[in-house]
């Protein structure tokens, strides 16, 4: 281990330095380096280059010594006046010289003999450009060095060229000194941070130019005490500098060297004990069998090599002590994570050497980076240690010290780090099994519920290791009947205990797809079956209601994810958009083997659970994912037979919404049009269909009877009506009921019930009533279906005709039940069928061939547009003090975001006018957590539509608020003041980022605004002529926009303010008139400055501003565009 002051020796569990003294500085560079808020320039650095060398001798304890101390030495300066000396200017006869000098030597990036333009641009390899460079080197050694010493000063951006004639070429401090000073670093940008494929080829040419170089030079060069002393004392002094580029650089090439010399020193060592081998084999024999001479040339060659072996490790003791230490808590996050990359080749191919605690610790420590580049490094620099057995009891004390961190970062919110340290883990859970505490376990079992598919699926792996593999102990296990368990029978026991713990019902299908790549058993669908159907054998545990239910839901996740190849909807996937052939052949293949399966089993499955409705809703999907020909191929059309006679039987009855809905689903899928199993399947729906409607009749004629006899319907009466209607609702919105007739019918209940001919207690139930205005929407929905896609166009204007008539008195009727509906449900369902409707009979009808289908499009009035808002505003954003669980909540903001989204697509689609969003807009920032991302989309979808129009909107939105918040305060200075016009503020703030960075793009939307809202805030005059307008301090809101204005449009804005209030109008400069002066304030800079010239010559649409008849037609739009700003009942 490393020593510092004192003696004392670190512990892995120390942290390090900075750790102890200065939390915060965890990154903080040991040298006066770029701090985070202010970039070393080449004036900067020019005062504050260091009088000593900065290569690294005495103070490798330095290192150790408190941060506190190393900042006061640093921060001994000389006086101001003596820098000022230094820093003094050149006279000005001798500036056209230096000036010809500097512009002559910045053209050494460009010379075409120069090492960094070689590397950089040659096709050549680069073994050969390091041989070409040998070559020179053995000719001239101290031209060769001082080429390789300008390739490193070029490759990180320095223009600057060291001069041949300098007496001392080996003085690196008077070099790195002048460089400094000539660095240009104001654009903040060198080769190795540069974008571009150019720039990232010439990044890894550099590497391998540095590590060919040590491994060309391997057998003689890197030992003659020039060579390597001159490079590594130029790199450790480059490493050291105040400028990032050559830190950053320099570091880069020092570690890459040090690599190399990892790897010559392996080879040393190698070639070290396989001479001592040789020599000891010669050493032994007898004397009249040795040879002197070969002994005396196997010792020669063992010294040699012992010393070669020395003077490398000298070389990486001081390269690591000089640079790494200091390097790898840079302030710069690459620089780390360079350092953390190649200490773990290192440790990997040179483990006796490295991997040792001394050197473990500087990872350790550097797991708690504040970045995730260098922390992924630090993983990625131990998981190759981990893999290997024999390395395992080198690395216990380290686990056992940094265990916490390493499973801590299983939770890192960069999910790459996150991925990483799940392997880490699951690597030391395969050489220390017993290092992790059940605790520790646990924190990685439920990252398998992941969002990220990538830290989800290396949690499984986790568990695949730890607990669903199959051992050699696992007893067999057989039925009651005798028949064998599968192998996995005991890895989904453990599966479906697992789900069940996790208390996670909901996730199912992530679960699945966590697993799904790689473990076979989800997909053993038989095993599964088997579980499900064969009787527990003797001392066989039995499955229980709740684990019955958990294998079901798993088994379908899978059949599902198998047939689709889709992962579940909210969990971020790596997989590509499009599959390739293969896999789309393997999810064929999978479909194909689950159908072959299910077709026999699912029937005997929905016998058996038939009175289950959650295990019915899960299992009756099934079908959805079959491929409907292997029913014909493997002649199984007495399983689709038996499927079809369950099928109609829970439709008939069961009552559960999901099941319905599901069944539904399943029997639209098997009645695909061209399939073989289509005649069938359509019988067996006819029959279905035939069944409900009947029973409808029957139900709705009682109740009918019993209202017009005045008689009052029992419990079975209302149970059978609400139910019969509950199966055609579901039914309709998966096939078409349309051949039965019974718009009339359905309709007549939703007309009762807007009209409210009938008395509460003798119209339907609510609930009835619900599902009669759910399966009118869905008559009209597959009415017009019909007439674009299958009517024989001499019928098409009859039927056109009467599903108009239809359309419109529903429609009526649904707006009516929307403003004053009995029952919240039936309000919702009315608002969202009108909704649906409103997009489906749009102006996209207006573009049809047929004359009857154009007549079919519908326009709302402005009366239905302010139901609708109304309905939003009252039931989305109005908040009620209920104290309800989480579950509910959450469902019921679920149930508010598709009312809104359902509105915003009117808007998005323009089937209403944009200005009538106003009132959704003005909830933007309140409302933002729970309906942030839905505005958010609208406000840029109505931007689109018209921008003029969206900024009087904005304005519409802040003048609404603004009224609102006045009418709660008395006077301007407490409505000033209130939080609530803070927000008003913050309102318009949010506004106004909405028009973007281009101003000229949003000229004519940000001056309407501006007009608009003058004439709102100086509109209302009170009759005290002194008084300042009621509504002037809205210009404060106003404000907010100004930084949208060119600053010649600031100009007009300000003239045309001044027309509508005189800015002598203040007598004093009271509180009141406040808002005026700041806005006027605002508007007046830039008002003098010359007006930017513009390709898109805005001359063409500007007008004369002065002209008072074209202020009252500007007037007359705005009213014509709904904002009367001089009513105040305008908004």
Known sequence: MMARRGGKRIRMNDPPPEYEEHGELLNESTSDGDSPMKRM???????????????IDDDEDDFWAPVARKRKQQGQRKPPGERRERAERPRKEHIEKEQERVDMERDVTTDENSLYFIVRHSKSAIASIVDDWIEKYKQNRDSALIALMQFFINASGCKGKISEDMPHPMEHTAVIRKMTEEFDEESGEYPLIMPGQQWKKFKMNFCDFVQTLVKQCQYSIIYDQFLMDNVISLLTGLSDSQVRAFRHTATLAAMKLMTALVDVALLVSNNFENAAKQYEAERVKSRDRRASDRLESLMTKRAELEENMDEIKNMLTYMFKSVFVHRYRDTLPDIRAICMAEIGVWMENYPQNFLDDSYLKYIGWTL?????????????????????????????????????????????????????????????????????????????????????????????????????????????????????????????????????????????????????DNNAMVKD????????????????????????????????????????????????????????????????????????????????????????????????????YFELDIYTTNRQESNLQALLDKMSYIMSVHTDREVLETCAKTLEYLCSEGSATYTRCDVARSNIIDNAVNKYKDAIDDWRNLIAGEEQPNEDEIYNVTISLKVISILYASHNLNPWNLFESLFQDVEECQSKKNLPTRALPNEALVYCIEACYFSISWGLYYVENQCESSNIAMVSSELRGNFVKYMAACFELTRDGPTEQIQESAYQSICDLLIVFSDQLSKNENEHIRALEYKSTLDEQL?????????????????????????????????????????????????????????????????????????????????????????????????????????????????????????????????????????????????AGILFAVGDVPED??????????????????????????????????????????????????????????????????????????????????DEDDEEEYEEDLKFEGLNLNNNNDA
């Open 368 to 516: 708690h980076d504040k970045v995730g580049e260098v922390r992924l490094r630090c993983l990625q620099a131990l998981l190759p240690l981990y893999d290997k057995e024999e390395l395992k009891g080198k690395l216990e004390l380290f686990t056992s010290k940094f265990k916490d961190r390493i499973v801590a970062m299983t939770l890192d919110k960069e999910f790459e780090v996150a991925v990483h340290a799940v392997k880490l883990v699951i690597s030391i859970l395969k050489i220390h099994p017993d290092i992790l505490a059940d605790k520790d376990c646990e924190i990685v079992y439920e990252l398998v519920y992941s969002s990220h598919r990538g830290v989800a699926q290396a949690a499984a792996e986790f568990l695949n290791v730890r607990l669903f593999h199959l051992t050699a102990d696992m007893e067999e296990t057989k039925t009651r009947r005798g028949k064998i368990r599968l192998p996995n029978t005991p890895l989904i026991r453990d599966l479906v205990q697992f789900f069940i713990e996790s208390e996670l019902h909901e996730h199912g299908a992530y679960l699945v797809d966590s697993f799904i």
């Open 867 to 1011: 139901i609708l808002n109304n309905f939003v505003q009252h039931y989305v954003f109005t908040i009620k003090q209920e104290v309800v669980q989480d579950e509910t909540r959450i469902e019921e903001l679920h149930k508010k975001r598709n009312f809104l989204a359902s509105f915003c697509k009117l808007i998005v689609y323009n089937i209403i006018p944009t200005k009538s969003a106003a009132g959704i807009f003005k909830h933007y920032v309140k409302c933002y957590n729970e309906y942030g991302d839905i505005i958010k989309a609208t406000l840029g979808k109505a931007r689109e539509i018209n921008k003029i129009n969206f900024a009087l909107t904005l304005l519409l939105s802040l003048i609404a608020m603004f009224k609102e918040l006045q009418q709660q305060f008395e006077n301007d200075i407490m409505f000033k003041n209130a939080h609530d016009f803070s927000d008003l503020k913050e309102l318009a703030k949010r506004f106004a980022l909405t028009f973007g960075f281009d101003a000229i793009k949003n000229r004519e939307p940000v001056i309407a605004l501006h007009r």
């Open 1025 to 1106: 002529p002194v008084a300042p307008p009621t509504r002037l301090l809205f210009l404060e809101v106003l404000n907010e926009f100004n930084n949208k204005l060119l600053k010649q449009d600031k100009k007009v804005i300000l003239n045309f303010l001044d027309r509508r209030i005189s800015p002598g109008m203040p007598s004093s400069r009271a509180e009141e008139w406040q808002p005026l002066v700041l806005y006027r304030n605002s508007l007046l800079h830039g008002e003098t400055d010359q007006a930017p010239v513009t390709k898109r010559a805005y001359a063409r649409k500007r007008r004369e501003h002065d």
């Open 525 to 624: 669908w038989e095993c599964m079956t088997d579980l499900l159907l064969e009787e527990p054998g003797f001392n066989e545990e039995v499955l229980d209601n709740k684990q019955e239910s958990t294998l079901i839901e798993i088994m379908v996740s899978s059949v599902k994810q198998s047939a689709t190849g889709e992962a579940p909807v909210g969990r971020a996937s790596n997989r590509k958009i499009t599959l390739s052939s293969k896999e789309l052949k393997a999810i064929q293949d999978e479909k194909v083997r689950l159908t072959e399966h299910f077709i026999i089993t699912l029937p005997p499955l929905l016998e058996k659970y038939q009175a289950d409705s959650e295990k019915l809703a899960n299992l009756l999907a099934i079908p959805q």
């Open 41 to 55: 320039t080449r004036l900067r650095a020019r005062g504050g280059v260091r009088d000593k060398p900065p290569i």
